[in-house]
């Protein structure tokens, strides 16, 4: 995809965001000829900072091919909101459809488009105690037995030393520098699964098929062993989210190897 086709919303938003970014941030980005040069795919990314869209935005803009974030579809109705997320191609979740792929046919036309549609599958921050993948839902493994696109796994680690998850004070810690790190790496191999329908099973194989790939990527950059079973978070009335607990501050990453401007 060239820089012609990204937008003037898309543009703007890069220019707005891109200096902060540069000058608050080090960054530490390895992967990036794993991002396909044309055609539609599926980045599936994890999560444990507010800041994730932010960072791997940029990484994914540096590599000329956009990211398109998933959104609820009732954020496309504001009259200015909803013009922005119109504009820059972020794509609506039907979240209201009793048909469950039907609830994700905007990501499926995206893909079809030749877009990189951008899952975070574990749904919400992690609540895993040491910040690793919890289990993830099965939107991005629907989408992508559907359209056969390529699935690129993404890790990203650092965000949350500068803005730290669940804290009850939202508090942004920039200083000292803190170095963001994001990592592409080569499509999940999901070869048998082509023309396989999607029962639930399948998607529950495929969904963790992804967060091994995802999790795999974090355990190189920390250095660390993950966990044998991965985080269940469940929500209930009675343990509201915004009052979960302080996840810990995970230990140092591990070397940089890779750094692009």
Not at 55 to 68: I, L
Not at 93 to 111: I, L, Q, Y
Not at 229 to 236: D, I, M, P, S
């Amino acid at each position: 995809m060239s820089r012609r086709k990204i937008g003037f919303w898309y543009r703007l938003a890069a220019i707005l965001v891109k200096p902060p970014m540069l000058v608050l941030f080090k960054r530490d980005w390895r992967g990036m000829d794993h991002i396909p040069a044309e055609r539609g795919f599926i980045t599936a990314v994890n999560h444990n900072s507010y800041l994730d869209p932010l960072s791997y935005a940029h990484f994914q803009y540096n590599t000329g091919r956009v990211a398109r974030f998933l959104a609820k579809e009732s954020l496309f109705r504001g009259k200015v909101v909803g013009r922005f997320m119109r504009g820059t191609g972020q794509i609506p979740v039907f979240r209201e459809s009793t048909d469950a792929a039907g609830a994700f046919r905007a990501a499926v036309d995206a893909v079809h488009r030749g877009e990189c549609v951008v899952f975070y599958p574990e749904a919400t921050l992690t609540r895993d105690p040491g910040l690793w993948p919890m289990e993830g839902k099965t939107g991005a493994a629907r989408v992508a037995l559907l359209t056969g696109a390529p699935v690129i796994p993404v890790a990203q680690w650092g965000a949350h030393e500068a803005m730290p998850p669940y804290a009850r004070k939202k508090r942004f810690r920039p200083f000292p520098r803190k170095t963001l790190v994001v990592v592409a790496g080569e499509p999940v191999d999901l070869s048998a699964y082509e023309g396989v329908e999607p029962t639930a099973e399948v998607l529950r194989e495929v969904t963790d098929a992804i967060m091994d790939a995802i999790t795999a990527l974090l355990a190189e950059i920390r250095g660390e062993t993950p966990p044998a079973k991965r985080y269940v978070h469940r929500r209930t009335p009675s343990v509201p989210a915004a009052e979960a607990p302080h996840v810990p501050q995970a230990p140092p990453r591990a070397p940089e190897e890779e750094r692009t401007e």
